[in-house]
């Protein structure tokens, strides 16, 4: 199946470190990120895991839960998250998911479709580095696909969920690099009368189709 934003994220029943999780019930009532790996003990995927330990104190501020996946079976993360502690310095402390069968992988579209799919190596399964971010509602908010060269820019994705959570809180966009704290845009189905009545401070029109206004962080 194709993954789309704005759709609901597929549901799964998986074996994690953390014990057996069905996803929209583990999500709960949080946001959620869900970021996969092809296969453990790879390098470039053990620097993202232990930065993403560094990081969860950031998404815990946002309500917001991590869930690590690889294609491998939990006994083999259990042994990784050791390498891990030792060269990142941080320990692993949001679960993992293990997928040897790719029954999330292929739900979620990261299997490319010329893997092999026998004797299994990270290469064969290059396109399962995905990370996406899941709202309360359980409806898929935005996703990234990275290849297997090139390490994912985490502080971007939480950057991503701050303008995320900012628009489902206050329905405004946020501009290009946008950072919490830096003006926001109205949207374009906001008439001038309205943006008005929500903003009595003010906000600057630039064209009709762009008008800024100071937003401040708001936790």
Known sequence: MSIRIGEEAPDFTAETTEGTIRFHEWIGDKWAILFSHPKDFTPVCTTELGYMAGLK???????????????????????????????????????????????????????????????????????????????????VKAMFVYPMSAGRNFDEVLRLLDALQLNAKHSVATPVNWKPGDDVIIPTSVSDEDARKKYPQGFKTLKPYLRVVARSRSR
């Open 57 to 139: 104190p950031e998404f815990d501020k946002r309500n917001t839960r991590i869930i690590g996946l690889s294609v491998d079976p939990v006994s083999d993360h259990q042994k990784w998250v050791g390498d891990i502690e030792e060269t990142q310095g941080h320990a692993v402390n949001y679960p993992m998911i293990g997928d040897a069968d790719l029954t999330v992988a292929k739900l979620y579209d990261m299997i490319h479709p010329n893997a092999s799919g026998g004797q299994r190596s990270a290469a064969d399964n290059a396109t399962v580095r995905a990370v996406f971010i899941v709202g309360p509602d359980k409806k």
